[in-house]
């Protein structure tokens, strides 16, 4: 049985389950509406219930309702319902550090700081359904509070909903795409050559570094290994991605695979030879 503890608005409310003596939050469309505390909740199948015994990257879920306007909350949920029509499984528990980033990102734009997300176009790429199920957010806050907001902050948002569909914390999302990023500036330097990111072997790069980096980060080595070939046919561009691979198991503090060296060097050699043809 759940008594309503607090209402945080028509939509939110704080309860006590009474037989384990703990805290939830409970949201729903109406749940608040005319409810006082002590007064027993009928619950219903499509309220989301979350504890408030939690603890995210961000703080304590219950430090986090405490000091987050409401509002956020349903907005994060919001964008996590939108997500789960395109994913067949998303953590709604992301709510808590997602309502958390909106309410300063509000702030941000409420002071006119614009900030830049170095990663944009990455994300667009990497992330491209979780982009697309961020974007609601646009709509919501020029609805709710008037206000717009930049593609690159729906860039970060984009991640958040990345870590509530994978078992990746949002600090490994953004190591993700900052690892990509970098890989993909060094491959530029090394052989000196500016890639399009219009060019399908750019995105068919970055799809593998990108699961690259997240077998680097699960420890899950390649079985098969291309080296001798790949090393013997394009000697070039295995040694460029042999350093590519020292380095990016510096920055991760992992030990990369061998095989990946080989891997990686066929993708170089393709966006070479898309850029000379």
């Known amino acids: 049985m759940h008594k309503i503890k607090k209402v945080l608005n028509h939509n939110s409310v704080i309860t006590v389950e009474t037989d384990e003596l703990k805290e939830y939050l409970i949201l729903g469309k109406g749940v608040g509406f005319s409810m006082k505390p002590t007064q027993e909740l009928e619950m219903k199948d499509e309220y989301r219930i979350f504890s408030l015994a939690e603890t995210t990257d961000r703080g304590t879920v219950k430090e986090i309702v405490k000091n987050v306007d409401p509002l956020f909350l349903e907005m994060a949920e919001a964008i996590l319902e939108n997500a789960d029509k395109n994913f067949e499984s998303v953590d709604h528990n992301v709510l808590f550090p997602l309502a958390d980033h909106l309410a300063f990102t509000v702030k941000r734009v409420k002071n006119h700081e614009e900030i830049l997300n170095p990663l944009l176009n990455d994300i667009k790429i990497l992330f491209s359904v979780e982009f697309k199920s961020a974007e609601i957010i646009r709509p919501l806050l020029k609805e709710k509070l008037g206000l717009s907001i930049s593609d690159d902050e729906i860039g970060y948002v984009a991640l958040h909903i990345h870590s509530a569909i994978s078992s990746d914390k949002l600090s490994q999302s953004l190591e993700t795409a900052q690892a ?98």
């Open 180 to 277: 990509v990023r970098h890989c993909i500036n060094q491959i530029e330097e090394m052989t000196g050559m500016p890639i399009s990111l219009e060019s399908l072997s750019y995105n068919r790069m970055m799809n593998h570094i990108r699961y690259m980096v997240a077998r680097v980060q699960h420890d899950e080595p390649l079985k098969i290994s291309m080296n001798d070939y790949v090393e013997s046919e394009y000697p070039k561009s295995f040694e460029i991605a042999k350093d590519i691979c020292a380095e990016l198991g510096r920055s991760l503090k992992k030990t990369l695979s061998q095989a990946e060296i080989g891997y990686l060097a066929l993708h170089i050699e393709r966006v070479k030879a898309d850029v000379l043809a």
